[in-house]
């Protein structure tokens, strides 16, 4: 799901692309996980290495069709999976060498504009936001939780300053009719009392709903847990995330994971590692000046990666108790 430029030309352009196959370098060959399959970008560029295999996943069924290019070019070589990449852990990959698991976090302008998704406030028409496999739509958020359940979700997935107002102005206007895309916009620029001119008003309501309607947390939790189950022993993990909330919690399990002695549960103590992961570089990978140039949205992304010590599979972790809180505004979609 790699961001591009967003022009008229609607050009492809997978972001820290050089720097990411730097680091998981497929020139050595193996077996990587692309989990955000997208527009293909990642995984063309390993395939490209001959003694490499890829397996994409994409919970988007509409990214199939890409997938179905590369699979009649590299027939041996590439698989995808129409799977959310918080299941990956059921892939039946265990005579595989995964030697890189990588995660980009963005949406793919194609998405952004494909008004049947209805990811953008500049659609019309209905709210949905769905990427694929979900249980529930921004439409059923917006026209059935309560004012307290929209002003948490606002505030917390898009730290939105004024999300009590938004919130209660929604809940108002939908007493008398359905809202969709255009009126929601109108609520959010209607309840703002300060406009920014450096972003839409509708931006972090938007965010927001695109993160509890598709509960992107726990799926990078998961995502991130299961991604280091199947690595093997100098494998790496690299992820690009787009907002604060994502970057927070792939460093919070990065450095737990490298910092504090980790326990693989089913290893004597005599094996055990002090730590699990290495994460050499703490502070992330930003665009260069020649990319944020090229390609604007990536200037949002940001780049980090851990390389796994020892061989195992089952270990704990305390990332949930440290991102209990978002779990359980998410968990709010449950009664819908």
């Not at 997208?38 to 490499?52: A, C, F, Q, V």
């Not at 005579?95 to 302008?109: A, H, M, R, T, W």
């Amino acid at each position: 799901m790699e961001a591009t430029i967003v022009s008229g030309t609607q050009k492809h352009y997978p972001v820290l692309l050089n720097e990411l196959i730097s680091i998981i370098t497929p020139q050595y060959g193996g077996t990587f996980i692309d989990c955000t399959f997208g527009n293909g970008g990642y995984s063309k560029k390993i395939l490209e290495y001959n003694n490499t295999k890829v397996i994409a996943l994409d919970r988007d069924i509409e990214t199939q069709n890409k997938a179905n290019e590369l699979s009649s070019k590299f027939e041996q070589r590439f698989i995808f999976k129409n799977l959310k990449f918080s299941q990956l852990h059921n892939l039946k990959i265990k005579n595989e060498d995964i030697k890189g698991v990588v995660f980009d976090l963005g949406y793919s302008y194609i998405q952004i504009k494909d008004p049947k998704k209805g990811l953008s406030f500049d659609n019309q028409g209905e709210l949905n936001m769905k990427m694929g496999l979900n249980n529930f739509s921004a439409h059923d958020v917006i026209n059935k939780l309560d004012e307290k359940e929209l002003e948490k979700i606002f505030k917390y997935f898009g730290e939105e300053k004024e999300s009590k107002k938004i919130a209660r102005n929604i809940v108002k206007e939908r007493s008398k009719q359905k809202i969709d895309t255009q009126l929601l916009v109108k609520i959010i620029e209607r309840s703002k009392s300060f406009k920014s001119y450096k972003i839409h008003s509708a931006t972090k309501v938007f965010q927001a709903l695109r993160i509890f309607v598709n509960k992107e947390i726990s799926e990078l939790i998961y995502g991130l847990i299961n991604a280091v189950k199947v690595l093997k022993k100098d494998g790496v993990i690299a992820v690009v995330t787009f907002h604060s909330l994502e970057d927070k919690i792939v460093k919070y399990f990065f450095k737990s994971l490298s910092e504090h002695k980790s326990i693989s549960r089913y290893q004597p103590s005599v094996y055990q590692p002090d730590t699990l992961l290495k994460v050499s570089q703490k502070k992330p990978i930003i665009a260069s000046k020649k990319e944020l140039f090229e390609n604007l949205p990536s200037r949002s992304a940001k780049l980090r990666y851990a390389i796994k010590k020892e061989d195992f599979y089952d270990f704990e972790t305390d990332i949930f108790d440290k991102f209990q809180s978002l779990i359980e505004i998410e968990n709010i979609g449950n009664q819908l």
